[in-house]
């Protein structure tokens, strides 16, 4: 909990960054009444899990708190909604980067004043926190980096900057050798914004020591990810998807030793065959589009029902960090290229084709004994929904159950999700008494 | 009206595509109930409409004929979706390029079958005909080339792959020269792929004349709008669209002729002041989104209510024929990085940023002394619907009444829209009043 003291500091932090207080106070406060319902409610959880509770009880203090210093160190603050934005380059510069606001109902009301209705919810979110300034990590960010992964976003970008400095990266529609060297060209000017913004240049030297820093939390967020492919699984998803969504905002040294401390009491769960959930208990993989924070419905609506989330294809999930770079050689030249190929290797929807993603749930639904997938897409994200039809054929071919969900941020449709999430998992229990 | 004699014949032809007859038999009467009603209606139409009429109702008959017989001399056809597919590239192969059936709702409930509800009615459709193999176009097609305007088609494209050929050329997100570049390599590729399926070289002069063929019909349409820029309309706007529709389907050289032949006759009618609607009836710009065959309900709707729609800023319109390509030399290079050049210049919605389509209508709306703007947007479609916002604020800033009109393909909505439209007009009407 906060106290008296720390609120009435953080109250006055955020009015300086252009926060509208008032407001912000019922986003945390629903924030809060979730986490009490949701994460709380959980039993039998590794005791490590400590550090992430106290980060999301005081989301908007600590952390924020840090970035005001920094800034008045004359550093500087870089948000996005992606991971194409690399993390490291903004690093070298001794800038902080942080992933921003985007999902939660919240403001979407007051972004459908000047977005269509029909645009997914995490871009409406992503928008209207900034609309109704109701998130203190946009309003901390010198400068919105923003991409063209989607129509949606990349259309939203061209009207955000009329509300906060925006630099958009061009992030191509294909993976192969031209797209490439566009990427890399992006990532060279972005290497000059980046100079011009925080006045420190970007060397080969410090953009290998963040790299090595950033590449350390894939490394750990990998382990972690490794660990659930136990039976029985040694953590929740919703732990390890709040965790991963931690991971946009929070300090990459202090989060990478956290999780890593994580995973040392997991692997001793492992070897005790100690389990969130019983042996044998559903195993699901979720793919498809990203859950920002607080987007916890469909987890938790599959742990309550005594199935376990064992891991996420998902920018929340596998796709952040499952490359490294490897630089052909410690030149400056040659690590901004293999960074921007360690992000060409993601398996987006935002590439055509995109075989790999459907080759990877497949290979992810081996290795985590996965018995069902949900393949999950948010309201109108043409990308991600289409990509599904191809999902359907091949895990059908695989002989593995999958459910197809579509949902925006509100709750009007959690009585139908719930119904057709636990007709599933019967379908998938089913499946397995047959099999035995 | 086709004969009884004329009909069998084409049957067969149809059948021998694989085209499901009696499915299309259902679609034709429909076009022919639209083409009574809304067409055959007007008033005072331009004698040289004859040609078009003809056409339009002997849409799937005379054209595909001439198709079939170009296939049986060893011909090929190749069908798109899009503006930024170069006919002329398709000509000098000695192909048939045609743009595919995608205009009606005929094949859309079908299509949801695979493809996301909330897609585009115009991604549904093209899609649809294909499904369920009704537009004898797309039967004739020896290729489908589809491009990345959208996610929406992009996606579909991947899917469209599995019934039918399909080859995707990357249209670019930006204008700056390395995407230029980008997409001079594509069509570059799309050469290639053109050589290997028809086996005819493409060369410097069978280029040269491709596009002056190509360009000549761009010419004849430019004289066309810019006939209507004279006050009273020397034609309807339904007829202009259904002109610019056609011409996707017709022989060039002949299609070019009877525009032209059509602009010497309203040459002199504005001479002489004829117009389709009397001096001073409002005039509309329609912009945004494109209207395929037979997607026709707005302008009926407006002309109906007494207004004069004089120009589609729009892919069915001046996107399509604004631009023509400028070669440094005559070397096959050249030319095909001039028609890259061409391309690139349209200012669609799928480029980021897009202020040049805001300045286009600004200017539009002054040289077709337009008294407002309809802003048009297929539902779904994220790229023209966001862009409505900064095309309401510039209108706003410059004075010009501008509506904001998200359809499908269904008339479901038509009294509401119609309600809409004659009030937008009526307050035309007020404000001329007031000014005079």
Redesign the interface.
């Known amino acids: 909990m906060v106290s008296k003291q720390d609120k009435a500091y953080y109250e006055q932090l955020w009015a300086d960054l252009g926060v509208d207080v008032p407001l912000h106070d019922q986003l945390i406060r629903g924030l809060a009444v979730l986490e009490r319902r949701l994460h709380r409610k959980q039993k039998n959880r590794p005791e490590k899990m400590d550090y992430f509770n106290k980060v999301l009880n005081d989301l908007h203090g600590h952390r924020i708190a840090e970035m005001v210093e920094h800034k008045k160190q004359g550093g500087k603050v870089v948000g996005s909604y992606c991971v194409f934005i690399p993390e490291d380059m903004v690093l070298a510069a001794d800038g902080i980067h942080v992933g921003l606001c985007a999902g939660s109902s919240f403001p979407v009301q007051e972004a459908e004043k000047?977005?269509?209705r029909?645009?997914c919810p995490l871009i409406k979110s992503s928008f209207g926190y900034k609309y109704i300034k109701a998130c203190p990590y946009t309003e901390a960010s010198d400068l919105i980096v923003g991409e063209?992964t989607?129509?949606?976003k990349?259309?939203?970008?061209?009207?955000l900057e009329d509300y906060h400095p925006t630099y958009?990266i061009?992030v191509?529609?294909?993976k192969n050798s031209?797209?490439q060297?566009?990427f890399t060209?992006e990532l060279l000017d972005f290497k000059l914004q980046l100079e011009n913004l925080t006045g420190n240049k970007i060397t080969a030297e410090n953009l290998k020591n963040a790299t090595s820093k950033v590449e350390n939390k894939f490394k750990a967020l990998q382990r972690l990810f490794k660990l659930r492919q136990a039976d029985p699984a040694p953590i929740s998803g919703l732990d390890v998807l709040t965790i991963t969504q931690i991971g946009f905002q929070d300090d990459v040294k202090r989060f990478t030793q956290q999780v890593n401390a994580l995973c040392d009491e997991l692997e001793e769960r492992v070897r005790d065959g100690v389990g969130v959930a019983p042996k044998g208990a559903p195993r699901i993989l979720i793919s498809g589009s990203p859950m920002s924070l607080p987007n916890w419905r469909l987890h938790s609506m599959l742990e309550k029902a005594g199935a376990v989330v064992v891991c996420e294809e998902s920018c929340v999930g596998t796709r952040l960090f499952s490359y490294t770079s490897e630089p052909q050689s410690d030149s400056l030249e040659d690590q901004i290229a293999a960074i921007g190929q360690r992000h060409m290797s993601i398996n987006c929807?935002c590439f055509?084709?995109?075989q790999g993603r459907i080759d990877d749930v497949l290979r992810m639904a081996e290795e985590y004994q996965v018995d069902g997938v949900i393949h999950y897409t948010l309201?109108?994200c043409?990308?991600f929904?289409?990509?599904?039809?191809?999902m359907e054929q091949a895990l059908d071919t695989a002989g593995i159950p999958l459910l197809r969900v579509?949902a925006d941020y509100s709750d009007d449709d959690s009585g139908q999700l719930k119904t057709r999430v636990e007709a599933f998992l019967e379908l998938l229990e089913d499946k397995k008494t047959n099999v035995e």
């Open positions: 000047v977005l269509p029909n645009t063209t989607c129509d949606g990349t259309k939203m970008f061209e009207i958009v061009e191509p529609q294909r031209r797209n060297d566009v060209a929807a055509t084709p995109n309201q109108f043409h990308t929904n289409n990509e599904g039809t191809k579509e």
